[in-house]
Antibody
Framework: EVQLVESGGGLVKPGESLTLSCVAS????????MNWVRQAPGKGLEWVGR??????????DFAAPVRGRFSISRDDSRNTVSLRMNSLRVEDTAVYFC??????????WGQGALVTVSS | EIVLTQSPGTLSLSPGERATLSCRAS???????LAWYQQKPGQAPRLLIY???SRASGIPDRFSGSGSGTDFTLTISRLEPEDFALYYC??????????FGPGTKVDIK
């Protein structure tokens, strides 16, 4: 059974940093591209970023609103992908989902981690 | 940047009825990279359709996808009680990599 379990969410102040982690199981993690997708309260889905395989240099791509502030890393020995969020803004408040990439879609999703940015 | 528009915003139907949801792209897109998701309150989205018409693993055959170019459709042949939810279309391209539509809510009439 495929499982993606996020952790690390919480309440932070504007300008602070936070790191989310996602532990994967039930599929060959090391050959999978992984995404982060967020959903602001009561709003739709917004793609945040993606990391490719380590054999592809673990190349990352990000959506414009987070580029330069967020980074993604992966640790295949621990089946873990992490989202480091710096210089957080109020508008970054959302549930953050870890997802597995599948031919340009997201075939598995974690349960989500809530990040609240508020003074 | 491609923009996805979904219609209607809300679809009110009864169990057993057929649901037809539309997703329109602002320019022609590859059907290989058009997906549909279902989301229920408090849950993560679930992939229903990828490649415009391929059902994801475990998805019942009452769900079907079609379309090409700028117009795509998700059809639910006979609504079951568990199908009343929010539905998003999504496209994969260069930048941003993933674009989601605003969603269509299917609620009980």
């Amino acid at each position: 059974e495929v499982q993606l379990v996020e952790s690390g969410g919480g309440l932070v102040k504007p300008g602070e940093s936070l790191t989310l982690s996602c532990v994967a199981s039930g599929f060959p993690f090391s050959v999978s591209w992984m995404n982060w997708v967020r959903q602001a309260p009561g709003k739709g889905l917004e793609w945040v970023g993606r990391v490719k395989r380590n054999t592809e240099g673990a190349t990352t791509d990000f959506a414009a609103p987070v580029r330069g502030r967020f980074s993604i890393s992966r640790d295949d020995s621990r089946n873990t992908v992490s989202l480091r969020m710096n210089s957080l803004r109020v508008e970054d408040t959302a549930v953050y989902f870890c997802t597995k990439d599948y031919f340009g879609s997201c075939d598995y999703w974690g349960q989500g981690a809530l990040v609240t940015v508020s003074s | 940047e491609i923009v996805l528009t979904q219609s209607p915003g809300t679809l009110s139907l009864s169990p057993g009825e057929r649901a037809t949801l539309s997703c329109r792209a602002s320019q022609s897109v590859s059907s290989s990279y058009l997906a549909w998701y279902q989301q229920k309150p408090g849950q993560a989205p679930r992939l229903l359709i990828y490649g415009a018409s391929s059902r994801a693993s475990g998805i019942p055959d009452r769900f079907s996808g079609s379309g090409s170019g700028t117009d795509f459709t998700l059809t639910i042949s006979r609504l079951e009680p568990e199908d009343f939810a929010l539905y998003y279309c999504q496209h994969y391209d260069n930048s941003p990599l993933f674009t989601f539509g605003p969603g269509t809510k299917v609620d009980i009439k």
